[in-house]
């Protein structure tokens, strides 16, 4: 294989040793990359290689543009494949980098590594999910879910399908009565009857719940109601599983939607509690929520969705991010729901700033401290649906202030 | 179809009015080259979509787009047959009292995006354009399509290509897309351009724009991607800026005035809006 880097003039011996240096140094880039996990498959290797054939690149800057295009599948692996070609071509060789022969795996992609399903992976660098300066207090385990909230669940659970909202399909399915002659259905059962139609068949756009979004504040201040806003959470990702996404938010942001999705509460528990790390720790609602924001692919979960956030809102410090965060996810969502367990309390006035300042960015604001009130308000939630918008402030400006 | 070298690329690329640096020009030589479809992505507005129509342009085949959305099927983007024609056969050849004949003919076929492209007599340039928009399911329908360029038909069977088609998708990055769609594809990331290949862009589409305007329009454009806004200006929001200043600027309006007057063809955003005031002097001090 000709590499046009290595091989000068020469005779043919010395151009042909150069020649095999020059795909080992290629073999041994290729190797180093699989070891810092940028997955590359044969077919994309291959590509790689004929294209060094078919047009030798000139100089190392095209080499370099032939190796990203071919091999490179994310641009969020592109610093690790820059470092790489870096080590290999820029400095002569591995320099401090110690490529690790991987396995015996061949193609198989590392795992974690992109593509496994179709929503973006739990945690990857560069998303954003890293510590926060702000402290944390390690790993919680939430306790046992015992036998009276085993029953409780499962009412949530039956509860959820049927006040998710939904929109129109956009793929027409058969149905018995529609906007549409299903041509091709009645075509098919025409063949039965000597290319006689008996029977006219329709399609619908069937109803698709629209996605459900819940974030859950971790944070120390909603300490006794963790375990239980995140059982709730965890019958909403049963009863829509394919529709459902759930993170978590202290001082960090945390995707648990995989974690979560355990069939047994106790055993998706177990797991959420190995992946928060920020439970029980300070409180930066304002910051986690621009994190999720931040990021495109997250952002556009919440794109038309029902979203739920369960928090009590207490902000530290200035509370304009926060408010400035409600307010573009109330934008981009469908509903926008708060769930603070303080609001449980038949004295609870929304006062503290952050909570005054973003309430008219609320659909709805309501009590959930544990699962009844949970179900309660899971049950409220039609009426909140098919209202009008931005109705939080209104509810509860109707109510008495305290002390009058 | 002509193959280019890399350099006349590059230079057709810029007859046809696309200037594209040198990343973009060896991600389409290798797609030429290697007969690979071309996956491209970056922000909205740097020009992933005009790459097909400049394609188009310079080799001079068909431009056919599949625009992807939520709920995209195989009828739509694959081939449909025609029930409605069928059925009138059926009826004629009753009528006649003549013999029905086979009745999945290619006569009978809707040939929809992807089976256009694969049976272009001369090749087509094919734009599969927002990917990321379709479900995920529907990947699995382009595999066969990108992985040979050929499209499988039970009652037909197999329909290869003559010409490879040249094919670009888009995506936006709203969701990953499958392992087994990338492997099939090169892969090239399209940043925003460097200020230079900026006001080449600008030269080009906004006539009559002074250099040193042109200039301070580009340094002011760069120091806004640098604001942490909502949504970055593209090349096609610089470039409607420059053009909508220019306008003002033959009303009788001062440059910079006109500029100020002008930024709600780059910012479509309020809060963005407010941002960028509040930045207004850093932005805007020389341009």
């Not at chain 1, 300066?133 to 039956?158: C, I, N, P, Q, V």
């Not at chain 1, 329709?202 to 859950?216: C, F, N, T, Y």
């Not at chain 2, 090239?188 to 900026?198: G, L, Q, S, V, Y």
């Amino acid at each position: 294989m000709p590499d046009p880097v290595a091989a000068g003039g020469g005779t043919r011996r010395q151009r042909d040793a150069a020649a095999a240096l020059a795909a080992d140094h290629l073999w041994g880039f290729l190797t180093a990359l699989r070891g810092v996990g940028v997955p590359a498959a044969p077919t994309k290797r291959a590509d790689l290689l004929r294209a060094i054939a078919e047009s030798p690149p000139p100089d190392l800057t095209t080499l370099y543009w032939y190796a990203r295009i071919t091999l490179l599948q994310d641009v969020g692996d592109l610093p690790a494949f820059d470092r790489v070609f870096d080590a290999w071509f820029r400095q002569g060789g591995p320099a401090g980098e110690d490529p690790p022969p991987e396995g015996d795996d061949g193609e198989a992609p590392s795992p974690g590594g992109p593509g496994e399903d179709d929503p973006p992976r739990e945690v990857r660098p560069g998303d954003g999910i890293d510590a926060s300066t702000l402290s944390t207090y390690g790993t919680r385990e939430f306790g046992r879910t015992g036998e009276g909230r085993h029953a409780l669940m499962r009412t949530l659970e039956a509860a959820w399908p049927a006040v998710l909202p939904a929109t129109p399909s956009r793929r027409r399915r058969p149905a018995r009565s529609g906007d549409r002659l299903d041509v091709r259905h009645a075509w098919r059962r025409a063949h039965r009857h000597d290319g006689e139609i008996i029977e006219l068949r329709r399609l619908a756009r069937p109803p698709r719940p629209r996605r459900l979004l819940i974030l859950v504040d971790v944070s120390g201040s909603l300490r006794l109601h963790t375990p239980d806003l995140l059982r709730v959470a965890h019958t909403a990702l049963r009863a829509a599983p394919a529709r459902t996404e759930v993170f978590t938010f202290g001082t960090r942001l945390t995707r648990i939607t995989a974690a979560l999705s355990h069939p047994h509460a106790d055993q998706a528990l177990r797991a959420v509690s190995g992946l928060v790390t920020d439970a029980d720790g300070g409180t930066a609602i304002g910051a986690a929520l621009a994190r999720f924001l931040g990021n495109p692919r997250f952002a556009a979960l919440a794109r038309g969705a029902l979203v739920i956030v369960l928090s009590d809102g207490l902000e530290r410090g200035d509370c304009t991010p926060m408010v400035r965060a409600t307010a573009r996810l109330s934008r981009l969502g469908h509903r926008l729901v708060w769930w603070s367990p303080l609001a449980c309390s038949p004295t609870y006035r929304p006062a503290t700033r952050a909570m005054a300042a973003q309430l008219p960015s609320l659909d709805h604001l309501g009590g959930v401290r544990d699962l009844p009130t949970a179900l309660a308000e899971v049950r409220r939630l039609p009426a909140v649906l098919s209202g009008p918008r931005h109705t939080a402030a209104r509810r509860w400006s109707t109510l008495r202030p305290l002390g009058a | 179809m002509t193959l280019w070298r890399e350099g006349e690329l590059a230079a057709a690329l810029e007859g046809a009015g696309y200037f594209a640096d040198e990343g973009l020009c060896t991600a389409i030589h290798l797609a030429l080259r290697l007969g690979r479809p071309l996956l491209l992505e970056g922000e909205p507005g740097v020009g992933k979509t005009e790459v097909a129509a400049v394609l188009s342009r310079v080799t001079g085949l068909d431009l056919i787009r599949l625009q992807c959305f939520e709920g995209l099927d195989s009828g739509q983007a694959l081939y449909e047959w025609d029930y409605p024609k069928q059925l009138l056969q059926v009826r004629m050849a009753e009528s006649r009292g003549q013999d029905v004949g086979d009745l999945y003919r290619e006569e009978f076929l809707l040939r929809r995006p992807l089976l256009r492209a694969v049976q272009a007599e001369h090749g087509a340039v094919l734009l599969i354009d927002e990917i990321d928009r379709a479900d995920s399911e529907f990947e699995a329908f382009l595999l066969e399509f990108l992985g040979d360029f050929q499209i499988t038909i039970p009652e037909l069977g197999t329909v290869r290509a003559g010409t490879p088609p040249i094919v670009v998708l888009t995506s936006n990055r709203t969701r990953e897309l499958h392992d087994a769609l990338k492997r099939r594809c090169l892969y090239h990331w399209i940043a925003f351009p460097e200020p230079d290949r900026e006001r080449a862009i600008l030269r080009a589409a906004v006539p009559g724009l002074e250099e040193r305007a042109a200039e301070g329009l580009v340094r002011a454009v760069q120091r806004v991607r640098r604001l942490p806004l909502l949504k970055r200006p593209g090349i096609a929001e610089s470039v409607e800026w420059a053009r909508g200043a220019l306008a003002l600027a033959d009303g009788g309006s001062p440059w910079p005035v006109a500029l100020r007057r002008a930024l709600g063809l780059l910012i479509k955003d309020e809060e963005d809006t407010r941002l960028l005031l509040a930045h207004a002097e850093e932005v805007f001090d020389d341009a």
